[in-house]
């Protein structure tokens, strides 16, 4: 059974920054899309990027650009997306999912895509 588990959130100051995990078992997560994508307290989940099997497309939302970058490591299974210069507003708890259902060389942060979710990581930046 494919899991995520996602690691590496936790309490940072404004302009800090944190390196999010996201371990990949049971399947080879590197032939698959993978999203990032996080829900602030009283809001709907949104997306925050998305890479595209084998890494080949990458795209991020307008208010990450710049700040976050995904990155893959397919020898240890895992996903990394660190984010720098981060923001009150980055405050969330943070997912990965992977979207298995078939290689694709583009990527879409259509949730509904999604098949596979982890639990979530907490990343709070608060001065």
């Known amino acids: 059974q494919p899991q995520l588990v996602e690691s590496g959130g936790g309490l940072v100051q404004p302009g800090g920054s944190l390196r999010l995990f996201c371990g990949a078992s049971?399947?080879?997560?590197?032939?698959?899309?993978i999203g990032w994508f996080r829900q602030a307290p009283g809001k709907e989940r949104e997306g925050v990027s998305c890479?595209?099997?084998?890494?080949?497309?990458?795209h991020y939302e307008d208010s990450v650009k710049g700040r976050f970058t995904v990155s893959r490591d397919s020898a240890k299974n895992m996903v990394y997306l660190q984010m720098n210069n981060l923001k009150p507003e980055d405050t969330a708890v943070y997912y990965c999912?992977?979207?298995?259902?078939?290689?694709?060389?583009?990527?879409?942060?259509?949730?509904?895509?999604?098949?596979?979710w982890g639990q979530g990581t907490q990343v709070s930046v608060s001065s």
């Open positions: 999912a992977a979207d298995t259902r078939e290689l694709k060389s583009y990527c879409s942060m259509n949730q509904t895509m999604y098949v596979y």
């Open positions: 049971g399947f080879t997560f590197d032939r698959y899309v």
């Open positions: 890479s595209s099997s084998y890494g080949i497309t990458i």
